[in-house]
C-alpha cells in the first residue's frame, strides 16, 4: 500500500459487513442489445480502519455459487463448467492494495481473485455517511462501481462466446457495523 497519512471518517477497529443490508450485483451485454442483471446472495467481507488510510483495508469473498440472475435454468446454465465452472472457480475474492480520497468521493483499488487467477481492479466509492440506529449500533454505507474484463480471468464461452460481452460491470451496495 502507498503512504497515505490521511485519516478515515470512521472510527479506528474491525467493522463487520451488515449482511441484510449489503449487495454484491453485476451487468453484463446479452447479445450486445441489452444487458443481464444478478447479484451474489452470500458475501463477506470485513472492513479494517486504522489511524490513516495506510492503515486501513477491506477485504471480501463472494461465494459464486450464490448468483441469482432471476432465473434459475440460466443460473445453472451460468455455473455449468461450460461457462463460469463454480467446481473451478468457487469464490471471487477481493483484497485491497490502496484506499485514496476525501469526503464522499474515493478510490479503491486492490486484487481481485477468480478461480487461480488475480488481476488489479480499481472501485470509484461514494462514502454515504455513517448513522446510529435505535439499538445503539452505528453502519458506515458505501456505494462502489467497478469493471472486469472476463476474458483476463480466462472465463470463455466457447461455442456462445458471442452471446455475452466481455465488460462485466461490478455494482457493491455495504454497509458495515461500528465496532464497539
Known amino acids: 500500500m502507498t503512504t497515505e497519512t490521511t ?33 451474489f446472495a452470500e458475501i463477506d467481507a470485513e472492513l479494517v480502519v486504522g489511524g490513516t488510510l495506510d492503515g486501513s483495508a477491506i477485504n471480501a469473498t463472494v461465494a459464486v455459487a450464490s448468483i441469482d440472475t432471476g432465473n434459475p435454468d440460466r443460473d445453472a446454465h451460468v455455473l455449468a463448467p461450460d461457462l463460469l465452472d463454480v467446481a473451478k472457480r468457487p469464490t471471487l475474492a477481493f ?51 467497478g469493471e472486469i474484463r472476463r476474458r483476463d480471468y480466462g472465463i470463455n464461452f466457447g461455442p456462445g462466446e458471442a452471446l455475452l460481452g466481455d465488460v462485466v460491470k461490478i455494482q457493491l451496495d455495504v454497509q458495515f457495523v461500528e465496532p464497539k
Open 7 to 39: 485519516a478515515l471518517p470512521l472510527k479506528a477497529g474491525r467493522w463487520a459487513l451488515d449482511p441484510l443490508h449489503s449487495s454484491v450485483g453485476f451487468a453484463i451485454r446479452h447479445l450486445g442489445v441489452s444487458k443481464v442483471r444478478g447479484r
Open 95 to 145: 483484497r485491497s492494495t490502496r484506499l485514496s480520497g476525501a469526503g464522499e468521493d474515493w478510490t479503491l483499488e486492490g486484487e481481485l481473485t477468480i478461480g487461480e487467477v488475480t488481476r488489479p481492479i480499481a472501485f470509484d466509492v461514494e462514502f454515504g455517511g455513517v448513522q446510529d440506529l435505535p439499538d445503539g449500533s452505528r453502519h458506515a454505507g458505501f456505494e462502489a462501481n
